[in-house]
Nanobody, 122 residues
Framework: QVQLVESGGGLVQTGGSLRLSCEFS????????MGWYRQAPGKQRELVAT???????NYADSVKDRFTISTDNAKKSVYLQMNSLTPEDTGVYYC????????????????WGQGTLVTVSS
């Protein structure tokens, strides 16, 4: 089994910063694409940012120049640095991994974390 565990969410004021972390199971050998998505109350889940194994990054227009996605050297974690937060950034943030391979050669197409809540007050 592969698990993604997010942390770092919380309550912050407008203009503040938060750093989200997502740790992968030790069984994970490689991941093709890692990303962060969010779901605001009453809205559909949307892409925030992704990073590939190259690495190549992609951001939603609404977060460009404010958020930064990164991974650690061993690529067992993915991070999202969020600056200049606004109430529109409020939502549950989910970590995602696409095309995951484990050390036992099991493959998973699409894995999600349980989510971490980010609340930005005005």
């Amino acid at each position: 089994q592969v698990q993604l565990v997010e942390s770092g969410g919380g309550l912050v004021q407008t203009g503040g910063s938060l750093r989200l972390s997502c740790e992968f199971s030790r069984s994970v050998k490689s991941v093709d694409i890692m990303g962060w998505y969010r779901q605001a109350p009453g809205k559909q889940r949307e892409l925030v940012a992704t990073i590939t194994s190259r690495p190549r990054t992609n951001y939603a227009d609404s977060v460009k120049d404010r958020f930064t996605i990164s991974t650690d050297n061993a690529k067992k974690s993915v991070y999202l640095q969020m600056n200049s937060l606004t109430p529109e950034d409020t939502g549950v943030y989910y970590c995602n991994a696409v095309r995951v391979t484990t050390y036992t050669n099991h493959r998973y197409l699409d894995v999600w974390g349980q989510g971490t809540l980010v609340t930005v007050s005005s």
